[in-house]
């Protein structure tokens, strides 16, 4: 969990609270690279295509994982 309200839309506050969760550092810069929002955009085409409406739907690097697997390499 990170400690920040669920309504929390400042992107500078929820970076801070993912570094101290996770200890995982990036910047506003980095979230706003081309590459970036086209994985989005990406992602967001497969959960149309999907109908994936709920949670836990998991995607890594666009592909869907099903069996929820994949992702725990990422978690570490």
């Known amino acids: ?3 920040l309200e669920p309504t929390e839309t ?3 506050d929820i970076i801070h609270a993912i570094k101290e ?3 995982t550092t990036f910047t506003l ?3 706003s690279t081309q590459a970036l929002k086209n994985a989005i955009k990406v992602d967001l085409k497969m959960r149309k295509k999907l ?3 709920s949670t836990p739907t998991i ?3 666009g592909i869907w994982d099903k ?3 994949k992702y ?3 978690a570490k």
Do not use: H
């Open 1 to 3: 969990d990170l400690f």
């Open 10 to 12: 400042d992107p500078k």
């Open 21 to 23: 969760k996770t200890g």
């Open 29 to 31: 810069k980095e979230l």
């Open 51 to 53: 109908q994936v409406t």
């Open 59 to 61: 995607f890594i690097d």
């Open 67 to 69: 069996k929820r697997e």
């Open 72 to 74: 725990k390499a990422y």
